[in-house]
């Protein structure tokens, strides 16, 4: 799945390393990302390909999807911990939780192809279920 065109303007997105974006991090500047220059929104890759980790995102959505890893990972980086398990297997479970708690699917629920309103709700899931975690 490459992202083509961007969702915001329609026009092609490129592939740019990380120096195009992020010129001062130089630990990301050889990894690959999709990028529209016009909204000055991006995506990474992952690790060794040209396989976006999500959709394209401007600001406000690349702001989202902060707060919503920083609500979800630490629940299931508990199960890890607790349970003893894989990462892959604690966060396949926090994933599978989380698509029931928002009535998706679990192919669809992924933050990183969530907009903005996904991302605040996963936020509203996490921290109700934190505070009594």
């Not at 010129?23 to 992952?46: E, N, Q, S």
């Not at 709700?121 to 279920?129: F, G, N």
Request: charged residues 25%; aromatic residues 10%; proline residues 5%.
């Amino acid at each position: 799945m490459k992202p083509g065109v961007c969702s915001y303007c329609d026009k092609p997105a490129r592939l740019v390393f990380g120096t195009a974006i992020y010129p001062h991090r130089d630990d990301l500047w050889t990894k690959l990302f999709w990028y529209c220059a016009p909204c000055d929104a991006w995506v990474g890759c992952h690790q060794g390909t040209d396989t976006p980790l999500g959709r394209l995102a401007n600001a406000e959505l690349r702001g989202a999807k902060q707060r919503a890893h920083a609500a979800f990972d630490p629940l299931w980086q508990r199960k890890q911990v607790r349970d003893g398990c894989s990462k892959q297997r604690a966060r396949g479970a926090g994933y599978s939780w989380l698509a029931k708690q928002m009535g998706v699917e679990p192919k669809d629920c992924h933050i990183g192809m969530f907009d903005v309103q996904q991302c605040l709700r996963v936020v509203e899931i996490c921290r109700s279920i934190g505070a009594s975690a």
